[in-house]
């Protein structure tokens, strides 16, 4: 298997990693580490619910923006924020679109509760 490609954010300019943040699998992804810290990437799509080839691109964006790195422990992958690097090259960039998305969630689980009906 040939060697991922991981990149420092700090490599990265500013219109490239927004592409991470551009769409909602990719947000849900982010979240998901987020939540969990480092995760086996098949437990991440399989709880999107999304193949693993389509997973596959998703993960490459985000390591190729800096966004996450990714590592193998025998077959399986893991993957990680890379929390520390981004706010060294982009101070709160993480901070702000983890929020948003927090902030997102809490107005669906309002929206779904029962009492909001």
């Known amino acids: ?4 490609r991981h990149i420092d954010p700090s490599d ?3 219109p490239t990693l927004m592409t991470a943040f551009t769409d909602p699998l990719r947000l849900r992804i982010i979240g998901i580490l987020d939540r969990n810290g480092e995760t086996p990437c098949a437990a991440i799509y399989h709880e999107i619910g999304i193949s693993k080839s389509g997973a596959s691109h998703h993960f490459r964006v985000l ?3 800096g966004v996450l790195l990714s590592r193998m422990s025998g077959r399986d ?10 706010e060294k090259a982009y101070p709160g960039i993480l901070d702000a679109v983890l929020g948003e998305l ?6 669906e689980r309002e929206r779904d509760s029962p009492v909001a009906k």
């Open 12 to 14: 990265v300019d500013l």
């Open 102 to 107: 927090r902030r997102q969630a809490s107005i």
């Open 1 to 4: 298997m040939r060697e991922r």
């Open 77 to 86: 992958h893991y993957a990680c924020l890379r929390r520390e690097e981004l």
């Open 63 to 65: 390591r190729e923006t």
